[in-house]
């Protein structure tokens, strides 16, 4: 049996934790276990679209660029300029890049381009041990000691679970989490339009959940539908013109007919927390950390935010385990994470409550919104930094 030994091993190789492998590369030795092995496609095919599509933040595009993981093809990366959300009884509110002095809200991509980007960038430069499962987790005092399913024994001064919301190596550290799902699903599903969508985002909060379509390169868009499960199963069950047919006809045909690329896929919303973001010699990102609903396409930017704080937190030369580097990296992080979980649950409440009263005033709200300048500035400047 042989032992490895690395400053930092991180566990789960997702969008998370490659980004944060590649952070940390120039300064430590780092190892990267997955447990399925990468694909990295050689070139994507012009109508074969992954139906897992993100609207990464300003400042996510920036941390992937500071440490080369944003080499995605120009031509699969789309962008935000406008965004228009509607209530379900006349609210409006409409966000513009000008507003901010900006080109761009966010820009749409694929998980696939993504992740095929990050794992180009990361050969050679951490030690790849993939595909490979854990099977044992010990905690000292010194070191973290990971048991991989073939025998070998990874030694770190600190262990890294991002391994998304079902981490292993968080339940083996002894770490709760809170959980509240929704009783929804998003559908996720990729179409062509008749018209150009103008690099527009489109919102509606309506009786059925929220429907978000995303601007795609060319006249693509991809959807999140977050609704209840039975129609969520529903939808996914349609054959792709009725598909196409539904989610247009069910807003007015913004954007003319559509014809679906991808079919429908459907993940579970959970709001989820775990007790603690650290342990000894333990930290926790990405959705091992949380998760959120996606009515503000805010999940992977989160877990973007933990990765640039933990590789901004460890100081080359000190120990990356040390207790109170790890409580600075929690301290960092605590704000964010509770303020954007708590104004995706609260708007989604907000839009799925049946209350006549409540549901005049949410639309009066996204009206009033959108007259008060200031208001609606300071919540650009959060929503899309
Ligand atoms: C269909 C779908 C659509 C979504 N759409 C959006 C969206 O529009 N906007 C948004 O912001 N968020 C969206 N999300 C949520 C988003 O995907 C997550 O927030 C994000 O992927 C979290 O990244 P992560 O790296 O923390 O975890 P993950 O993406 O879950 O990655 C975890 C990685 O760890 C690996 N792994 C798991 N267990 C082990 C183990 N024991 N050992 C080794 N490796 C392991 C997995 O193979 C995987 O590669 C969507 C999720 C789904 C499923």
């Given at each position: 049996m042989s032992t490895l030994d690395f400053d930092i091993a991180i566990v789960g190789g997702g969008l998370v934790g490659a980004s944060l492998a590649l952070a940390l590369a120039p300064h430590w030795r780092?190892?990267?276990v997955e447990r399925r092995a990468p694909a990295v496609p050689a070139g994507l095919p012009d109508d074969d679209w992954d139906n897992r599509v993100y609207a990464i933040s300003p400042g996510s595009q920036r941390f992937l660029e500071s440490i080369g993981g944003w080499q995605v093809p120009a031509g699969r990366v789309g962008r935000i300029r406008e965004m228009d959300v509607r209530g379900d009884t006349g609210g409006a509110l409409r966000f513009d890049a000008l507003e901010l002095a900006a080109?761009?809200?966010?820009?749409?991509v694929e998980n696939r381009a993504l992740q095929a980007a990050l794992w180009q960038a990361l050969a050679?430069?951490?030690?790849?041990?993939?595909p490979a499962t854990?099977?044992?987790a010990e905690f000292g005092a010194e070191a973290v000691s990971l048991t991989l399913d073939d025998g070998r024994v990874l030694r770190a001064r600190l262990a890294v679970a991002a391994e998304g919301a079902q981490s292993w190596l968080r339940e083996a550290a002894g770490i709760a989490v809170r959980r509240w799902p929704y009783q929804q699903k998003g559908v996720v599903a990729n179409f062509r339009c008749a018209r150009p969508h103008g690099d527009i985002a489109r919102q509606w909060f309506r009786a059925d959940g929220v429907l978000a379509w995303l601007p795609l390169p060319g006249n693509r868009i991809s959807i999140v539908w977050s609704t209840d499960d039975a129609r969520a199963a529903e939808l996914?069950?349609?054959?792709p013109a009725e598909l196409a047919e539904r989610v247009a006809g069910a807003v007015g045909r913004p954007l003319g007919e559509l014809?679906?690329?991808?079919?429908?896929?459907?993940?579970?919303?959970?709001?989820?927390?775990?007790?603690?973001c650290i342990g000894p010699r333990l930290a926790l990102v990405g959705d091992a950390a949380h998760t959120i609903h996606p009515l503000a396409g805010q999940g992977v930017n989160l877990g973007f935010g933990d990765a640039a704080a933990l590789a901004a937190?460890?100081?080359?030369g000190r120990d990356p385990g040390d207790a109170m580097l790890l409580a600075r990296y929690a301290r960092a992080r605590a704000e964010d994470v509770i303020l954007m979980q708590s104004v995706c649950d609260g708007l989604q409440k907000l839009f799925s409550t049946q209350d006549p009263l409540l549901g005049r005033l949410r639309n009066f709200g996204l009206r009033l919104t959108h007259r008060a300048g200031p208001?609606?500035?300071m919540l650009m400047r959060q929503a899309f930094r």
């Open positions: 780092v190892a990267l080109d761009r809200l966010a820009a749409t050679g430069r951490v030690e790849l041990i993939a854990l099977v044992a996914c069950a349609l054959a014809t679906t690329l991808t079919p429908a896929a459907a993940f579970p919303l959970v709001l989820g927390r775990a007790e603690r937190t460890l100081l080359p208001l609606k500035r």
